[in-house]
């Protein structure tokens, strides 16, 4: 059974879903290996193979989104890090999501990461709707068994988990 957040009022969009990805480092941008700190930036891509939007006027499987964006931080090392984020996210379903530009914050503690983002979407035939998105998932960093990380730089990695996404 689904519980509507008090914030969810007629009309109100609600969704969740999972996506999956990969964190693409710019050259020289890349995580530094052990405890040194360093500035990052990333581009993101990534996939949500099933995602559901539901209000209380229509419910609708939205299906495959693709998902495109960029990253950035001041200061990541191997351990951690936090920084902003921007992304689009479109569908390619029965039901139409276009979410252009959602922009927020990422943490990181080692593996475990989670963003909060918010911007305006198109859901069906309605645009300029508010949302916020919370994402909580998995960065497993590529070539870990030969040294990213901890002797060298993480240059790419892949992400998956679960969002939800709320009226903003």
């Known amino acids: 059974m689904l519980a509507l957040?008090?914030?969810a009022s007629a009309g109100?969009?609600?969704g969740a879903g999972t996506v999956d990805g990969t964190a693409t480092f710019d050259a020289g941008y890349g995580i530094p290996p052990g405890p040194t700190c360093g500035a990052t930036r990333f581009s993101l891509s990534g996939d949500s193979k099933a995602s559901v939007v539901v209000n209380t006027i229509i419910k609708g499987f939205v299906g495959q989104m693709t998902l495109t964006g960029s990253g950035s931080s001041p200061c990541e090392?191997?351990?951690g890090g936090a920084g902003q984020l921007t992304f689009s996210a479109t569908s390619t379903g029965n039901n139409?999501?276009?979410c252009p530009s959602l922009t927020g914050g990422y943490t990181r503690f080692v593996a475990d990461?989670?963003?909060q983002l918010g911007g305006t979407c198109t859901i069906n035939n309605l645009s300029g709707v508010p949302v916020s998105l919370t994402?909580?998932?998995d960065f497993v960093p590529d070539g870990l068994t030969t040294g990213?990380?901890?002797s060298q730089p993480i240059t790419s990695a892949t992400f998956a988990g679960a969002y939800v996404l709320l009226p903003g």
Do not use: D, K
């Open 135 to 137: 994402f909580h998932g």
């Open 96 to 98: 139409f999501l276009s």
């Open 12 to 14: 109100s969009n609600i």
């Open 77 to 79: 090392t191997a351990a």
């Open 5 to 7: 957040p008090t914030a």
């Open 148 to 150: 990213a990380g901890s």
């Open 113 to 115: 990461v989670s963003a």
